[in-house]
């Protein structure tokens, strides 16, 4: 099985057996990793020239889609060999974040964009629909502090047990949630408008998590009241981002933080980033210091694989090129490359490198 790990795509995988493939998103195309022995190698290059955001397997087709920036939607049916570009009905070219899912047997891919625009497609992409309901709600306050200052589409999560249910980021403007497939929307409020990741506990999903500009909050009731669980001087850092929980263990989370957010890395030229741990469920948390410590760097990119063991995997990918493993359940790390094209939504490498790989 083949994975991704991208800035705006999915982060959560359940698979039978450990996968030994991983389609990674960088500045320079998509670079497919593979297990080889006890290293890793990589074994594929696609859309080099291409800033990817996003990276989705669509889990019933095996389709791999790529999500770019200012360079629109490319598809994949033969692993990644060749590639189409599919964005017909796309009326916004600046691809941010890209999620599948399957509703009613068939599947439905979901791409969000800078201008913050959200599009839909039945048909592995041949066809795109705008789904204009997400920019019928107050949009007086979206925007973004750098420049152009136009807020983007960042993450796209749906309803552990009801894929009509999405949930929608907009950096900055808020969490919005649709219940009818993206027919209507309505803004859930309670936490800041700087919404970067919604994580919802598969056993219980009134529980919802979301990590922001500010700090991470939670909500227990679906949404009606919001707790902000860590502040810009918690130890996790000031600036949460990427965010996963263990399918079957929803008390067992990892979120990757900043010190401080982009503002300051373009003037320090370090974010000072660290992965830290939850054992109940984010209460609390412990920073993870087997081989991956704090890092100069940005973690751009994070995801879990629950491969049915005793064990999981992950992987975190920052905006310098390296790629960080773990295969213990993120008891241990290591580095298993350093000269990838940098991860990186937007910009952000440019704080910490000015020549890529």
Known sequence: MTISLSHGGPSIFSSASRSDRVAVGTINGVAFIERNGDGWQVAQRGLEGKHIHAVVVEPTTGTIFAGANHGSIFASTDG??????????????????ME???VNGKPRIYAGTEPAHLFASDDLGQTWTELTAM?????????????????????INFHPADPRTL???????????????????????????????SVLNPADPDEIFVTTGIGMYYTGDGGANWDQWTDTKHPIGGYPDLLVLHPRN????????AEFGPGTWRETGTATSRISKSTDGGRTWTQLKNGINEVYTAFEAMCLEDWGGDSFSMFA????GEVWNSDDGGESWQEIFNGLAPI??????????????
């Open 100 to 102: 599948a899912t399957v």
């Open 344 to 357: 990186s939504k937007g910009a952000h490498y440019e704080s910490f490198v000015k020549v890529t790989a």
């Open 135 to 155: 920019r019928s709600v107050d949009m007086s306050k979206w925007g973004f502090p750098a420049p152009p200052h136009i807020a983007h589409t960042k993450h």
């Open 80 to 97: 990644g060999q060749t590639w189409e570009q599919r964005d017909n009905g796309l009326t916004e070219a600046d691809v941010y974040s």
């Open 250 to 257: 929803p008390s067992l989370m990892f979120v990757a933080s």
């Open 317 to 320: 990918a920052t905006a310098t």
């Open 167 to 197: 949930y929608v980021g907009v950096e900055q403007g808020g969490l919005l949630k649709s219940t009818d497939n993206g027919e209507t929307f309505t803004v859930i409020h309670g936490m800041d408008d700087d919404v970067h990741r």
